[in-house]
């Protein structure tokens, strides 16, 4: 019998290189290696919250690629569909992290990686079939890794749309990646057919700098619903939480959860799997918004790209955030 997931995702998963104590990247002499990609910290988190998570990519057949799958596997991600990429070179980042007046820093090396090659027929198309997956998941980065990863990206919405799944896609912007001008011109054609749309406020003013609006952040969703009119638009705000706007209009908005950060990497990732997966358990969109806050406040808490967290713990926060010792 063919499993069933709450949510598959699509995206690229990178070794993750950082300096130990606070050190620069030219002065280290060695690194710590942690395993981030975003699709698949979302994912992680979720499955550590209970649900079944599926992970489709791209991944060298090596002790690289291995540590990949092993670090997945951990948390319960179901990685059994990834494609194999032969010696084709896995993507790495390297993290310099910072404490003010110096500021961290990300260099990616991932041009070329396997993921980068993957192609639509890569794909499993088997699991785009009714009743497979609940949701399906991807993001900007994914679709702006490369001509391929883009026409991969797009290939799995259709075929999730073909088969009733519904879709989540997270803008996640990387000017690293591609521009403005490209970024709009590949994702505006899918937001029309979006069941939901995660959405940086820094990344709405970016690409939409029309729709923007300085001074009242519920004026800037408002006018970014014209290129989503459909979708349940997701809107992240840092620090000022998070505000959310049905395709009627309505509005519903969560303060961020304080936490003693210890490193912000992740973070949206975080809030992904918080709130997709109250919105799989039929929560109220004020619920969702506040369970995406509390996980992304673990993950503030936590070093790495992962959120590290249990039911137990989230349900504690949610009950009583003063009582977790994450608020100051």
């Known amino acids: 019998m ?3 997931y709450d949510i598959i995702a699509l995206g690229e998963t990178l070794l993750r290189l950082t300096p130990p104590d606070l050190q620069r ?24 919250l209970g649900l079944n998570c599926a992970w489709l990519s791209r991944l060298p057949e090596n002790e690289l690629g291995d540590r990949v799958r092993q670090s997945l596997r951990q948390h319960n991600v179901d990685v059994q569909h990834v494609s194999p990429g032969g010696d084709d070179r896995l993507g790495l980042y390297f993290y310099e992290p910072g404490r003010a007046p110096h500021r961290s820093q990300v260099i990616y090396d991932r041009a070329d990686s396997a993921m980068a090659r993957m192609q639509p027929a890569d794909l499993p ?15 900007g980065i994914t679709l702006g890794l490369s001509a391929s990863a883009c026409a991969t990206a797009q290939q799995a919405l259709q075929l999730a749309l073909e088969a009733g799944i519904p879709c989540s896609l997270d803008i996640n912007y990387r000017q690293r990646l ?9 994702l505006e054609p899918l937001l ?29 969703l408002r006018r970014f619903q014209r290129w989503a009119p459909n979708s349940l638009l997701v809107m992240t705000r840092g620090s000022a939480g998070a505000a959310l706007l049905t395709p ?19 973070g949206g990732d975080a809030f992904a799997a918080g709130f997709l997966s109250a919105w799989l358990a039929g929560k109220s969109h004020s619920e969702a918004l506040r369970q995406g806050a509390a996980v992304a406040a673990f993950k503030y808490a936590t070093p790495g790209d992962i959120a590290w967290i249990n039911r137990s713990q989230l349900d504690r926060l949610l009950a009583d955030p003063a009582a977790t010792g994450l608020c100051r």
């Not at 198309?125 to 993001?139: D, E, I, K, M």
């Not at 591609?178 to 590949?186: D, N």
């Open 178 to 186: 591609w521009s403005p001008q490209r970024a709009r011109l590949c």
């Open 248 to 266: 009627a209009g309505e509005l519903h908005q969560t303060d961020a959860f304080s936490a003693q950060e210890v490193e912000r990497l992740g």
């Open 25 to 48: 990247l030219d002065q280290s002499a060695g690194f710590d290696v942690q395993v981030g990609g975003c699709e698949s910290n979302t994912l992680s988190a979720m499955a550590r």
């Open 192 to 220: 029309g057919q979006l069941d939901l749309l995660l959405v940086a406020e820094r990344d709405i003013q970016a690409l939409w700098p029309e729709a923007w609006d300085a001074h009242c952040h519920e004026r800037t």
């Open 2 to 4: 063919n499993k069933a």
């Open 125 to 139: 198309v088997a699991l785009f079939q009714p009743g497979r997956a609940r949701l399906f998941h991807t993001s």
